[in-house]
């Protein structure tokens, strides 16, 4: 007897928490710790006076991308369960209320009245909160905001790929450091942006373009900053 082959799909949605906050502290950890070292140097600041910025700037922004992602993330949860307990509320009390509302909806996309009715009164039987999460609020129980995920992904990210101007600036030639952090720099964020944008589905070039343009404008603001300081003393 031959089996039903089972199909399976994969959709980059599911991706979308982990992924933002990965990118969002990868590509920042590049673009500030090089922008602040490049600043820097651009001041004539001695070889270890780089080094120390560097490495503080590696400590501080771990931390801020955490309490950031963490303070943000949990702001949307609050609001999703918020959403949750008031629906909860709102079926105890009102549930022929509920019902019909739930049938509105699936009249509005497309189903005739009696599907519609027969449709909803099904899904309230089987699982009568998740089909109004699902159904007229978008949330979804596997989907809510995790905080101490993103901030844990935000940060450890952060760290690891604020490393890449600091190892460039290492293996920098003497009296080249400016020029060699510059370039390692934004051709790692063009990488990274490359890797988003192929990961979400959306067009590398275009992510690539992006992240490097940003982070070249943010390297010549602060090599601008560091030159003046520097020649003014």
Known sequence: MRRRRVHRETHRSVRAGWLRAAVLGSSD?????????????????AHGQILLSGIAAVAAGALSMAAGEYVSVSSQLDAEQADIEKEKRELATEPDDELREL???????GLSAALAQQVAEQLTQADRLGAHLRDELGIDHE????????AFVS???????????????????EHHQLPYLSAVSLLSLGVLGALGGF?????????????????????????GIGHWFGANG
């Open 29 to 45: 950890a590049i673009v500030s710790t090089s922008s602040l070292m490049i600043g820097v140097t651009a001041a004539h600041a």
């Open 103 to 109: 049938q509105q909806i699936y009249e509005k996309r």
């Open 143 to 150: 989907m809510l905001a995790r905080p101490f995920q993103a």
């Open 155 to 173: 940060a450890v990210s952060f760290a690891a790929f604020a490393l890449i101007p600091l190892l460039a600036f290492l293996g920098a030639p």
């Open 199 to 223: 990961l979400g589905g959306a067009p590398v070039a275009k992510a690539a373009l992006r992240v490097v343009l940003g982070g070249t404008l943010a390297m010549a603001v602060t090599a």
